[in-house]
């Protein structure tokens, strides 16, 4: 079946430091989306990618998707205490349109 | 606006306990989803319904049962809680069933099964 994986699964960088979080499936991706989880709290969305090659910008946030719409990335420039939390990649189940699959998550600790 | 509420908030179960969490939406969305969240593997699809009227089951569905009750509300029910159940478990909804709409999700319950 398909599997997201994410890698690091743990990054703690010192504020001002970037931060990069990869996300890679199995299959190709119709699209991917991107949830952010703060410590105690629910995943928010942050931004959904589409087409082949895609970057969208959020300010100091970065996301690209692949060529091969296999693999995703966030970055993070300038890292401040408030991007605490665990990023997610989420893709459709291969079987159909109605689900997602979720990466495991990279959980980031920015040190003030 | 509430968004995606979920009741309860915290819960402890004993093993062979039954209960029911609650899950309501404010955004007129069709779609509701139940998920499961464990350390280190991301958000696990337990049930979905479509649409009001349709449940369906997701990845991990073994132990629970689903009520779409109204357009609103979506609920999950623990038959016989087992604590291999104990997780958080996050309720999520969206305008339809389609490929590009966002999910909103509820604050979550804590359920831990002793």
């Known amino acids: 079946g398909q599997q997201v994986m994410q890698i690091p699964q743990y990054q703690h960088v010192q504020e001002g430091e970037d931060f990069t979080t990869y996300c890679n499936s199995s299959t190709t991706l119709s699209n991917i989306q991107w949830y952010k989880q703060r410590p105690g709290g629910h995943p928010v969305f942050l931004i959904q990618?589409?087409?082949?090659?895609e970057v969208k910008k959020q300010k100091r946030l970065t996301f690209q998707f692949g060529e091969a719409k296999k693999n995703s990335s966030l970055h993070i420039t300038a890292t401040q205490t408030t991007d605490v939390g665990t990023y997610f990649c989420?893709?459709?189940?291969?079987?159909?349109?109605?689900?997602?699959?979720f990466g495991s998550g990279t959980r980031l600790q920015v040190q003030p | 606006n509430a968004g995606v509420t979920q009741t309860p908030k915290f819960q402890v179960l004993k093993t062979g306990q039954s209960m029911t969490l609650q899950c309501a939406q404010d955004m007129n969305h069709n779609s509701m989803y139940w998920y499961r969240q464990d350390p280190g593997m991301g958000l696990r699809l337990i049930y979905y319904?479509?649409?009001?009227?349709?449940?369906d089951k997701g990845e991990v569905p073994n132990g629970y049962n689903v009520s779409r009750l109204n357009k609103r509300e979506f609920s999950l029910r623990l038959e016989s809680a087992a604590p291999s159940q104990t997780s958080v478990y996050f309720c999520a909804s969206k305008v339809a069933d389609r490929l590009l709409d966002t999910q909103y999700f509820g604050p979550g319950t804590r359920l831990t099964v002793l």
């Open positions: 990618l589409v087409k082949s090659g």
């Open positions: 319904s479509a649409s009001e009227g349709t449940t």
């Open positions: 989420a893709g459709p189940k291969d079987t159909g349109r109605r689900a997602l699959t």
